[in-house]
């Protein structure tokens, strides 16, 4: 078993920057990609950014490329989302997951908790 545990959530003004943390425990010795999703009010989960096991290649939804980074830090477990020059609309749950059978459309074997990022105008 993999458990994902978010933080770094909270208020920002429009504008402003979050950086999301995922940590990883459990099944540690096997590295697995990992995806940022998020839910907004009333709207279904989407994608945001991947990352493969060695942090080489990502990919980003349209919506926040340019503006949001994924990286991670192996040696510590951790897993992050930087998200810079956010707006209102970018306000929603953000999730992290592990372990993809496709990347984009939320087929994640592991998911953690959510953190809650608010965005005001």
């Known amino acids: 078993q993999v458990q994902l545990v978010e933080s770094g959530g909270g208020l920002v003004q429009a504008g402003g920057s979050l950086r999301l943390s995922c940590a990883v425990s459990?099944?540690?010795?096997?590295?697995?990609?990992m995806g940022w999703f998020r839910q907004a009010p009333g709207k279904e989960r989407e994608f945001v950014a991947y990352?493969?096991?060695?942090?080489?290649?990502?990919y980003y939804a349209d919506f926040v490329k340019g503006r949001f980074t994924v990286s991670r830090d192996n040696a510590k477990n951790m897993v992050y989302l930087q998200m810079n020059s956010l707006k209102p609309e970018d306000t929603a749950v953000y999730y992290c997951?592990?372990?993809?059978?496709?990347?984009?459309?939320?087929?994640?074997?592991?998911w953690g908790q959510g953190t809650q990022v608010t965005v005001s105008s």
């Open positions: 997951a592990a372990r993809p059978h496709s990347v984009y459309d939320g087929a994640y074997t592991y």
């Open positions: 459990g099944r540690t010795g096997t590295i697995y990609p």
């Open positions: 990352i493969n096991w060695s942090g080489d290649n990502t």
